[in-house]
């Protein structure tokens, strides 16, 4: 390219001085030499460069294309160059001008496009459509664009610089995993890699970009489909592209796939339960990554999986200071792109907020939780992620002795569940039992025990109904024991108040929870709430009367007459 590169200021002389079909065709001819270059290990010029010679070449082939009467062949030279100038600019991501250049490249009237720039033209909507958002759609041009390359006769050298089915299936296999179909997406990232394997050295020179990254995207889609052997045999054929010859040509693409590479292999590492071989990949991807003063999200990544190896490890201290760092990190970026970054803003806080409450600083816990909870506002649609974040304040809040708003956040955190429970009640039914088990507790410190009785009971219902699911037996065991603790609070509390009323109510409800519970811990609450009842009233209420009048039975007495081999006591008989 460098002798062409060096004719173009003659060659723009030339072209002012001569007949536009003359002059004009060889500088338009040159300046798409330049802009798609198509020859072996150099390095390319800058997309930006790029995109200046190709821009120029469109505008050359431009009024000789718009002329009366004009040749085909300057026709077909416009749409080419039009095709050039959006390849570029979707590599340069400036997409809206893509879509713009090759609709317009399709529009030339007259024009002829060639197989081969046909699919260039339909790649690139599907480019600018999968990183505009719009994947479904991407996926229907993509697989256009892999029917007309398998489709097509070899194309010619200068119409292979622009696009080839190795690169349309990797567009396919990003629309598949924006869609959330990982399985597919892993296949045609499969097929993709094949092909490029079995390239001459000549043909992966058009491919060093794209090699290492379908290499780093495919190890990825093995690890969310929990295929951790796969990813890591795929290892040492990654960690090549991402440290060799591409590397060097172009570091600052080559890199962010590197930091991504370490961080998937930790995972994997981790998953497989090699942690050793786990935290030298964190470290190694926070070491990369910390060069990318231009892209402190690859840096967030590296430090988030890190904070995970080390909380395997159990080395607190070190955790704690990789997640103070990551939280600063995302406090800067999502002050930018709340969109993209305030929920792992909120995430990482929370984890902050962990650490605290387990070296025992409750304020500090509280103070990191409350941040999360705000950061989680500020992202879309926060729902899910606001709950439960809403649910740990509450929690927290407790443990600090601020029942009042405890009380008020985790009333927050069941009505934002509750929608969830109302469109799939299977899946969430567990996980309101649980924040109706925070809000319960949240009640019981600031004395409203029937309130809290009622939140227990509501949670059983959900546990109980459908019945038979082993999956819920540790939920429905936590849930039951609250309960019967919340039921004795508001009998000896309706008693304390003179109230013999709430008193038997309260009674009458944990009798009946002995009926429908085998637990060990709720029939001995059972017996002892009723014998201090017995034997703790106030000389102006006598709980025995109050129960018969209410009731029409004698008052229980409880003896137990067996024990199972399972050392639980069998069901109380009440007498």
Do not use: K
């Not at 480019?127 to 719009?134: A, D, N, P, S």
């Amino acid at each position: 390219m460098g002798p062409v590169r060096m004719l173009l200021p003659l060659l723009r002389v030339t072209a002012r001085v001569t007949p536009p079909g003359v002059g004009g065709a060889l500088l338009g001819a040159a300046l798409l030499h330049c802009a798609a270059p198509g020859w072996v290990l150099l390095r390319e010029p800058s997309f930006a460069r790029r995109s200046v010679w190709a821009e120029e070449a469109v505008a050359v082939y431009r009024p000789m294309a718009d002329r009366a009467h004009s040749a085909q062949r300057h026709r077909d030279a416009l749409s080419r160059a039009l095709v050039v100038h959006a390849r570029v600019l979707v590599l340069s991501e400036r997409l809206a001008e893509a879509s713009t250049a090759a609709a317009a490249a399709a529009a030339v009237p007259g024009a002829r496009l060639s197989p081969a720039l046909t699919a260039c033209v339909v790649q690139t909507r599907a480019q600018v459509l999968v990183h505009g958002g719009r994947a479904e759609e991407a996926l229907t041009s993509a697989r256009e664009c892999v029917e007309l390359y398998r489709g097509m006769a070899p194309p010619r050298p200068r119409d292979r610089r622009l696009g080839t089915l190795a690169g349309a299936l990797h567009t396919q296999a990003l629309a598949f995993a924006a869609l959330g179909r990982t399985a597919e997406a892993v296949a045609v990232y499969q097929e993709c890699a094949a092909l490029l394997r079995a390239m001459s050295v000549r043909e992966l020179a058009r491919h060093m970009r794209l090699r290492p990254r379908v290499l780093v995207e495919l190890t990825g889609g093995l690890r969310a489909l929990g295929r951790y052997e796969d990813a890591l045999a795929l290892g040492p054929e990654a960690r090549e592209e991402v440290y060799g010859v591409g590397a060097r040509f172009y570091p600052g693409f080559v890199l962010p796939l590197r930091v991504r590479h370490l961080t998937d292999l930790a995972y994997c590492h981790r998953a497989t339960g090699a942690f050793a071989a786990a935290r030298t990949s964190a470290d190694e991807a926070v070491a990369e990554a910390r060069e990318l003063t231009d892209q402190p999200e690859r840096l967030a990544e590296a430090l988030r999986c890190r904070a995970v190896m080390l909380t395997e490890q159990e080395a607190h201290d070190d955790e704690l200071s990789i997640l103070t760092e990551l939280a600063d990190l995302y406090t800067r970026l999502a002050a930018d792109r709340p969109e993209a970054f305030a929920g792992l803003l909120a995430d990482v806080l929370d984890d902050l907020a962990h650490c605290h409450t387990r070296s025992g600083d409750r304020l500090m816990a509280v103070a990191d939780t409350e941040g999360a909870v705000a950061a989680s506002r500020r992202a879309p649609h926060p729902e899910d992620q606001l709950a439960r974040l809403l649910a740990n304040l509450s929690a927290r809040q407790q443990d600090a002795d601020d029942v009042r708003s405890a009380v008020s956040n985790a009333r927050e955190a069941v009505a934002l569940t509750r929608p969830f429970v109302e469109s799939d009640r299977e899946t969430y039914r567990a996980l309101i039992a649980r924040r109706l088990r925070v809000l319960a507790r949240a009640l019981g410190r600031t004395g409203d025990h029937m309130a809290a009785v009622a939140c227990y009971e509501e949670a059983e219902s959900f546990l109980r109904d459908p019945p038979g699911d082993p999956g819920t037996d540790a939920d429905l065991a936590l849930t039951v024991s609250g309960l019967s603790v919340a039921l004795t609070r508001a009998a000896l509390a309706g008693l304390g108040a003179g109230r013999p009323e709430e008193a038997v109510a309260a009674l009458r409800s944990l009798l009946a929870l002995t009926r429908r519970s085998d637990a060990a811990d709720v029939h001995a609450r059972c017996v002892i709430t009723f014998a201090r009842a017995r034997a703790e009233r106030p000389d102006d209420i006598d709980i025995v009367r109050a129960w018969e009048q209410a009731v029409g039975q004698p008052y229980p007495t409880f003896v137990y007459r067996r024990t199972d081999t399972r050392g639980r006591g069998a069901n109380p008989a009440a007498r």
